[in-house]
């Protein structure tokens, strides 16, 4: 299985790289930066990581409804010509609160899937054109997009629970290509003594998760229902009110001796990779004790 560690861009960039540097001396095996509006311009932030680092993977994930193909594959030749081919595309169709903040209603997005598919088709053109190779993987959740994840290089999965991923790889069915990769892309918290405040980040940074699934989605697993049946308006202010079993659904969180249980649980659904998403890059002790926990 493979370790990958998501890196939060409102941090100072100094800060982003000393994280990135440190998880490279640590032996994960990628760093991943997510381009969103309320961020800095991902390419930047993997371009001040890369010119620290040396081995580690680097990924980043676009929306194409907020970068056009074009613009994704000129990041890439920029990046991959100055530090060579160990950069990694992940497109998604983009949170919708993020998407609204720069004026973009999802629901007014028509047949997201298919876009999806045909910016894919039409990076991978582009790069061939440019003398580009790059993996493209998919970020998905709900049903519709878990069925185009064959479509893609690989998947990673926006939930971590394992009924909800054995539900996916069903749906994915069986794939042939033995370099497409399942993996999961989750907030974390793995530590090696608790934090009440660190945990509370963590469910923080989960209701954003939740908060930006389809309500279809929530749906299949009784989750829409059961937010429903809280009294009170459900929103990233009043976080606590969420149960700590849906939170568990999407997020992360144990001491560092029940990660090996886990992993193993989820490596036989047939995940092969895993990003642990903020707060677990919170600082350089947190990614410590993710890479003790991993050496387990």
Same mark, same amino acid.
């Given at each position: ?14 800060? &982003?790289? *000393? %994280?990135?540097? +440190? ?6 095996? $990628? @760093? ?90 039409? &990076?991978? *053109? %582009?790069?061939? +054109? ?6 493209? $993987? @998919? ?90 049946? &809280? ?66």
């Amino acid at each position: 299985m493979k370790y990958g560690l998501h890196l939060n861009s409102e941090s100072k960039i100094d800060q &982003i790289v *000393r %994280k990135g540097v +440190e998880a490279e001396r640590l032996g994960l095996d $990628s @760093l991943w930066i997510c381009d969103m509006p309320s961020q800095r311009y991902g390419p930047v932030v993997a371009s001040a990581i890369a010119s620290r680092t040396r081995r580690i993977q680097i990924g980043l994930g676009f929306s194409p409804f907020l970068h056009t193909p074009q613009q994704i594959v000129s990041a890439f030749y920029s990046l991959i010509k100055a530090y060579g081919e160990r950069f990694e595309l992940c497109l998604v169709s983009g949170d919708k609160n993020q998407l609204q903040k720069v004026g973009i209603l999802r629901r007014s997005l028509k047949g997201i899937p298919d876009r999806l598919i045909k910016a894919k088709v039409e &990076i991978e *053109r %582009k790069s061939e +054109e440019q003398g580009l190779n790059f993996k493209i $993987s @998919l970020g998905a959740q709900g049903p519709k997009m878990v069925r185009i994840a064959p479509s893609f290089d690989g998947v990673h999965l926006n939930f971590c629970s394992p009924r909800i991923i054995e539900w996916a790889m069903n749906d994915i069915g069986r794939i042939e290509r033995r370099d497409f990769q399942v993996g999961i892309f989750a907030p974390s918290y793995v530590y090696a003594t608790f934090d009440r405040d660190m945990h509370q980040i963590l469910r923080r940074s989960s209701t954003a998760v939740i908060l930006g699934s389809s309500d279809r989605f929530l749906k299949i697993f009784e989750i829409y229902e059961e937010l429903h049946r &809280i009294k009170g308006r459900i929103d990233s202010s009043t976080f606590e009110r969420i149960p700590q079993e849906i939170i568990n659904e999407f997020s992360i969180s144990m001491p560092s001796q029940k990660l090996k249980e886990y992993l193993s649980k989820i490596a036989t659904l047939g995940v092969e990779g895993i990003v642990f998403s903020y707060p677990q890059d919170y600082s350089i002790d947190t990614i410590r004790d993710l890479a003790r926990s991993l050496t387990r």
